[in-house]
Each structure stands twice: as C-alpha cells, then as structure tokens.
C-alpha cells in the first residue's frame, strides 16, 4: 500500500523514491447482522464529518468499537483513531451509554446490548492532528463543495469479534459532486450514495474519491478499467491519458495471462497543488487496493510526467492482482487491524510486484533493454542505502518495528533483485521455459483470493515446484543474510559492467542527485548559487560555469538561508514535473550583466558505471537472457 506509494523528497541533493501498497479481501454474512453506516459530507464544519454507526443486535453487555491502527500494505501504525472526535453510544431511546476510552483507537461500551447506533466526527488526515504522518494517498481530504478523498479506514471502525459482518454504507453527498469507487453499488442520485461490502476489510480495501465528474472508462477485454481525476486548476483531464492507461494494461493483461482473473479496476488521481504537498514534504504516490489504486501527484506536472508516472506506479498497484490478491497468507487473510500480526514475504508481495512492474515493459516492448537495464542497477545502487545484513523474512515478519521499519524501503530495492535472481536461475535451471511468474501463476491457480497459505510453508512449497538451487538461494539470501553478488547473475544472463548514460531524474542535477550548482559566498560574505557543473541541458540553455544562478522561469531566489529554505525547495521540486519539451528561463549573473536564458528541458543523462551487454556471450547465455526478458 505504501505506493508508490513512491515518496519524493528533495533535500537539495537527495532523492528518496518509495511504493507502497495494500491487500486483501474476502467472506460474506447474512443481512441479518448487517452494519449499517452513514457518512453526511453535506455536514462539515471545521473539515470534520459527522458519521453514524448502527450495529446488528448485540448480546454482549459490552463490546470494543475499533478504528484501525493499522491496514493492510502499510507497513508501519498509523493509529487512525486519533482522528476521531466527539464518540457517543446511544440506546433505543436516546440515551447516553458509557464509553471507556481503552487507548486512542479503540472504546468500551457498557450496555452493549443495549447499543442502537454510535456518532462521531472523522477529521481529515490532511490537516487533522499530525496528519503528515499520514501518507497523502491513504489519508482523507475534506473539501467543502470540491472534493472528498475517503479512504475509510480513517473514518468507518468495527465491533470486537465482528469484522466479518457485512455492511451498507450511505452517504450524503453535494449534488455537484459524483462519487468514483469499485465499492459495490446498492443505488446513486444526486445527494445519497448507497454502497455494500461483504466483510470490513471490503470497506477499507475500497476508497472513494467524491468529485466534479473527470473521468473515463472503458473495456480492456474482460476488464472494466476507470480513471477518475481532481485537478484543482482543471488542468489535467481524464480523457488525455486514457491512450497511455489502456496501453499499459494492455500490456499488463498480455504479461500476466490466464493470472488475471480482475473483472474491473479503478484509478483514483488526486492531484495536489505544491502548497499543499509541502504538508507532506513533498511525498507523492499510490496506495494500491485490490481494485483500485489511489494516486497522489501534484497538479503543476506536466502532461509527459504524469502519464509516464502513471504507468510506473499503477503498474506496480496493478500486480498486486496477483499478490497479495491472489497469493497472501492467513496473516494477511485474516488481518488483525489493532493487533498485526505480519507475515514473513514481503519479498514477494512487493518485491515480486515491482519486479513484475519493471519486466513488463520490457517483455511487452515499452521500453528497450538499455531503460530496463539502467532500471536494474537503478535497484541495485538504492539498496545500498539499507542494511545488505538483514534476513528478508525476519525484517518482514518485524516490519512495523526498528531496526525494520527503517529498511523498509528495501523491499522495492533488494526485493526486486531477488526476484530477478530467482527469475534468472528458474529460467536456467529449465532451459528458460519456466520462471518466477510461472511460479506465481501455479501459486494463483491452487489458492485464489479465498484461500491463504501457511506462512512457513510458501517457502518450501516453492522449492518443491522448482530446484534444490533454488532453496539454497532462500536459506543463504532471504531467510539467511548473505549479501547477493548481483554481478554473478547478471554474467548468467550476459550482462557486465560498464560506463552507460543514466537520464538525470531532473534538469536541476549534474549527476545521480548532485545539483549543476552550489551555495557559495561572495566576497561580501553573502551566499550565491554558482554554476559548477553541467549537463546536456544545462549546456545548450547557455549556462556556463561560473554564472551565478539567480532564479527559475521569471522567479528570483530568495536570500539563501535556513529561514528561506523551504522556499527555495519548492522553487526546485517544480522541475520534477517538467516534461522534455517543457520551454524554461533560467536567470543568471555573468561579468555583472544578467541574462535571461531559455531553451528546453530535453533529456539530460550523465555517464555512471552501468549495465551492458557481453559481445563475447556464447549463444546460449544470450538465449537465456532473451528467454528471461522476452518470454
């Protein structure tokens, strides 16, 4: 869920890249013991919305009312009670029951039996308390007559023992705004939306985004896709980035074969405005569902951005059909939200998943070799910012805990490389008629969405499917720690090392994350920005080293100081939303004449050690690294 989330954060020099993403469904109740709750969006005062909860008759005489401290795909507590206000229980007739505050997710009630409904106020975790703490995309956002991002796990709780009961939920909402979701649909109008969900966890595995209508949908075979957009300017509109989305899936649908069994699929893109994104630290991405991804991009990128960021996180939220949604554990399955219990394979329920994200393209031709190939040792020099240690299943399974949570962003990094060695030495342990997709499918094909395996077992359910070499790859390199040597698989596969052009992430860098220029003080003491390196870009805009770089299209910099900083941050994480053709104006002193540059963003690379391919492979090497891309 963490998708993609991918975070983006731009210290001046670091550029930090994370997904996330979520799980999983299942189970069904009888009418009877349906939970009904009722969201007014046409009540919000100080971005708080008043929600009702009705129970099923009670026998107990009391029972827990639970907000979730954490969901399926996060990773880490996130305590969404907190965001919650003003909670009362009532009877029958109206009267007060007692609540017991047990700790700031979960409530007592005394007289359970008695219990008839219970109200509370849901704050948004865009401005609720701490709620930068809350990644953008799996929070809520109130805004009054525009837009209503619900992802409501923040905002709909459950009764002890009762998280397998249905529910129906109802909500009031403005007649301007329309109401995008793959929830069930009981029935719509113009003011009231009614919803039902099999269980709780349909509920939460199901956001809503409640807007002014900006969406496309269409048939992508046996698949309803749907693309629904809030753009604050109106600038971005749902029918422009239909072609990219169809031909992604496409592609997606032709990788995965008979795996995807997913009847529709709903892309859910909330673009934010630069202020607003600050809240976060400029975090950016997707949270994915079982079907349906949320998406949080800022509104000040460019069409080119947005569509290629489209594809390289909805990919990734898309596999997740596969696993956890088709493959998960009973950890998963059965997922305790207030007391997690977690499961030891994250190296396949993200690391497969990205893994699968980045292969793709290649296989189905989106991309060439040498972009797949810079993707990888992209992976490769990322995952030396974790610790090259650690067990995968122990960090896993002790993933909401230090030293795990630290390292979790290790499981996009060193959790795709593991998937591609394993891929790599399937494919040559089989003549490269099998590989860890196929893995994946028998997997799919014996549990499905209603059936978990046994946490303990995957592991030597695979090996049994697969090869002895196979099971000494997970005993030294996902349950043990031995570091991988990366280069020996990529010999396999006839790939070696050598200098390769990297696309820079943005005009602003000279190499990896390193800036084209430094503060540095003039002889009045006062600190500059001085031109010291260029790229390709940079070079034909008409920078020169040396110039004193004074502002970005029309705006100057601010006094370079830690007061200014966040400014001046701001001014610079706009470049990321560039496209090639973007046209720029750099402001610059030189011999104390200021010139006003211009030219465009174009694709700027710098020269890093890289991955190429072996003239002197033998032809059996170079079958085995088609038979690995292509098959």
Same mark, same amino acid.
Not at 293 to 306: L, Q, R, Y
Not at 452 to 475: N, R
């Given at each position: 869920?963490?998708?993609?989330?991918?975070?983006?954060?731009?210290?001046?020099?670091?550029?930090?890249?994370?997904?996330?993403?979520?799980?999983?469904?299942?189970?069904?109740?009888?009418?009877?013991?349906?939970?009904?709750?009722?969201?007014?969006?046409?009540?919000?005062?100080?971005?708080?919305?008043?929600?009702?909860?009705?129970?099923?008759?009670?026998?107990?005489?009391?029972?827990?009312?639970?907000?979730?401290?954490?969901?399926?795909?996060?990773?880490?507590?996130?305590?969404?009670?907190?965001?919650?206000?003003?909670?009362?229980?009532?009877?029958?007739?109206?009267?007060?029951?007692?609540?017991?505050?047990?700790?700031?997710?979960?409530?007592?009630?005394?007289?359970?039996?008695?219990?008839?409904?219970?109200?509370?106020?849901?704050?948004?975790?865009?401005?609720?308390?701490?709620?930068?703490?809350?990644?953008?995309?799996?929070?809520?956002?109130?805004?009054?007559?525009?837009?209503?991002?619900?992802?409501?796990?923040?905002?709909?709780?459950?009764?002890?023992?009762?998280?397998? !009961?249905?529910?129906?939920?109802?909500?009031?909402?403005?007649?301007?705004?329309?109401?995008?979701?793959?929830?069930?649909?009981?029935?719509?109008?113009?003011?009231?939306?009614?919803?039902?969900?099999?269980?709780?966890?349909?509920?939460?595995?199901?956001?809503?985004?409640?807007?002014?209508?900006?969406?496309?949908?269409?048939?992508?075979?046996?698949?309803?896709?749907?693309?629904?957009?809030?753009?604050?300017?109106?600038?971005?509109?749902?029918?422009?980035?239909?072609?990219?989305?169809?031909?992604?899936?496409?592609?997606?649908?032709?990788?995965?074969?008979?795996?995807?069994?997913?009847?529709?699929?709903?892309?859910?893109? #909330?673009?934010?405005?630069?202020?607003?994104?600050?809240?976060?630290?400029?975090?950016?991405?997707?949270?994915?569902?079982?079907?349906?991804?949320?998406?949080?991009?800022?509104?000040?990128?460019?069409?080119?951005?947005?569509?290629?960021?489209?594809?390289?996180?909805?990919?990734?939220?898309?596999? #997740?059909?596969?696993?956890?949604?088709?493959?998960?554990?009973?950890?998963? #399955?059965?997922?305790?939200?207030?007391?997690?219990?977690?499961?030891?394979?994250?190296?396949?329920?993200?690391?497969?998943?990205?893994?699968?994200?980045?292969?793709?393209?290649?296989?189905?031709?989106?991309?060439?070799?040498?972009?797949?190939?810079?993707?990888?040792?992209?992976?490769? !020099?990322?995952?030396?910012?974790?610790?090259?240690?650690?067990?995968?299943?122990?960090?896993?399974?002790?993933?909401?805990?230090?030293?795990?949570?630290?390292?979790?962003?290790?499981?996009?990094?060193?959790?795709?490389?593991?998937?591609?060695?394993?891929?790599?030495?399937?494919?040559?342990?089989?003549?490269?008629?099998?590989?860890?997709?196929?893995?994946?499918?028998?997997?799919?094909?014996?549990?499905?969405?209603?059936?978990?395996?046994?946490?303990?077992?995957?592991?030597?359910?695979?090996?049994?499917?697969?090869?002895?070499?196979?099971?000494?790859?997970?005993?030294?390199?996902?349950?043990?720690?031995?570091?991988?040597?990366?280069?020996?698989?990529?010999?396999?596969?006839?790939?070696?090392?050598?200098?390769?052009?990297?696309?820079?992430?943005?005009?602003?860098?000279?190499?990896?994350?390193?800036?084209?220029?430094?503060?540095?003080?003039?002889?009045?003491?006062?600190?500059?920005?001085?031109?010291?390196?260029?790229?390709?870009?940079?070079?034909?805009?008409?920078?020169?080293?040396?110039?004193?770089?004074?502002?970005?299209?029309?705006?100057?910099?601010?006094?370079?100081?830690?007061?200014?900083?966040?400014?001046?941050?701001?001014?610079?994480?706009?470049?990321?939303?560039?496209?090639?053709?973007?046209?720029?104006?750099?402001?610059?002193?030189?011999?104390?004449?200021?010139?006003?540059?211009?030219?465009?963003?174009?694709?700027?690379?710098?020269?890093?050690?890289?991955?190429?391919?072996?003239?002197?492979?033998?032809?059996?090497?170079?079958?085995?690294?088609?038979?690995?891309?292509?098959?």
């Amino acid at each position: 869920m963490k998708s993609i989330l991918f975070k983006f954060i731009l210290n001046f020099s670091a550029l930090i890249l994370f997904i996330s993403c979520a799980s999983l469904r299942n189970s069904n109740l009888s009418i009877s013991k349906t939970i009904h709750a009722n969201i007014n969006l046409n009540s919000i005062k100080d971005d708080k919305v008043q929600i009702t909860i009705i129970p099923p008759p009670i026998t107990e005489k009391s029972t827990i009312f639970y907000i979730p401290q954490i969901v399926p795909g996060t990773y880490e507590y996130s305590n969404f009670g907190r965001f919650i206000e003003n909670i009362q229980a009532f009877d029958k007739k109206g009267n007060l029951l007692k609540l017991i505050s047990i700790d700031e997710n979960s409530w007592e009630i005394l007289g359970a039996n008695r219990l008839a409904k219970i109200t509370y106020l849901a704050n948004d975790t865009f401005d609720g308390p701490n709620g930068n703490e809350i990644y953008p995309m799996g929070g809520t956002d109130f805004q009054e007559g525009r837009i209503y991002l619900l992802n409501l796990h923040s905002m709909i709780g459950y009764f002890e023992g009762r998280k397998e !009961n249905a529910y129906k939920l109802s909500i009031n909402s403005p007649k301007n705004l329309e109401a995008f979701t793959s929830l069930s649909v009981i029935s719509k109008s113009d003011s009231l939306d009614v919803f039902d969900a099999k269980r709780y966890f349909h509920i939460i595995d199901n956001p809503i985004l409640y807007s002014k209508p900006n969406a496309i949908s269409f048939d992508l075979d046996e698949i309803k896709v749907g693309l629904a957009i809030y753009s604050p300017t109106d600038t971005h509109q749902a029918k422009a980035y239909q072609p990219a989305i169809e031909k992604m899936m496409k592609a997606q649908k032709a990788f995965l074969g008979d795996a995807n069994d997913t009847s529709s699929y709903d892309i859910l893109l #909330h673009l934010m405005d630069m202020d607003a994104l600050k809240y976060f630290g400029g975090m950016m991405g997707a949270l994915e569902h079982h079907t349906s991804t949320t998406v949080v991009f800022a509104d000040a990128m460019g069409p080119g951005e947005i569509t290629q960021n489209l594809i390289d996180v909805v990919s990734h939220e898309f596999f #997740h059909t596969l696993t956890p949604l088709n493959v998960h554990s009973e950890e998963i #399955h059965n997922f305790e939200y207030n007391r997690p219990l977690m499961s030891k394979h994250l190296w396949m329920y993200e690391g497969t998943t990205e893994y699968f994200a980045n292969l793709f393209q290649i296989n189905q031709g989106l991309i060439e070799s040498s972009d797949f190939y810079n993707r990888i040792i992209e992976k490769v !020099n990322l995952a030396k910012n974790y610790d090259d240690n650690m067990s995968f299943t122990e960090m896993s399974a002790g993933i909401v805990n230090e030293p795990y949570q630290s390292n979790y962003g290790n499981v996009y990094q060193k959790g795709t490389l593991i998937n591609m060695c394993l891929d790599i030495l399937i494919r040559e342990k089989s003549g490269g008629s099998k590989g860890i997709l196929w893995v994946m499918k028998n997997l799919a094909k014996k549990y499905g969405k209603d059936i978990p395996f046994k946490d303990d077992q995957l592991i030597e359910e695979i090996i049994s499917m697969t090869y002895a070499e196979v099971g000494e790859f997970f005993d030294n390199h996902i349950i043990g720690t031995t570091p991988i040597d990366y280069n020996y698989y990529f010999t396999k596969v006839g790939l070696i090392n050598g200098e390769v052009e990297m696309p820079l992430r943005s005009i602003i860098f000279s190499e990896g994350t390193k800036l084209f220029f430094s503060s540095q003080p003039n002889p009045s003491g006062e600190l500059q920005f001085i031109v010291n390196q260029l790229n390709q870009s940079i070079e034909k805009i008409g920078l020169q080293i040396g110039d004193v770089l004074l502002g970005i299209n029309g705006e100057l910099f601010p006094e370079i100081n830690q007061e200014n900083s966040e400014k001046i941050n701001e001014m610079l994480t706009k470049s990321f939303g560039w496209d090639e053709d973007k046209e720029i104006t750099l402001t610059v002193k030189r011999n104390d004449e200021t010139l006003n540059l211009t030219g465009k963003v174009g694709n700027p690379t710098y020269p890093e050690t890289g991955l190429l391919e072996d003239p002197k492979a033998d032809v059996n090497i170079i079958n085995l690294r088609n038979s690995w891309m292509f098959k």
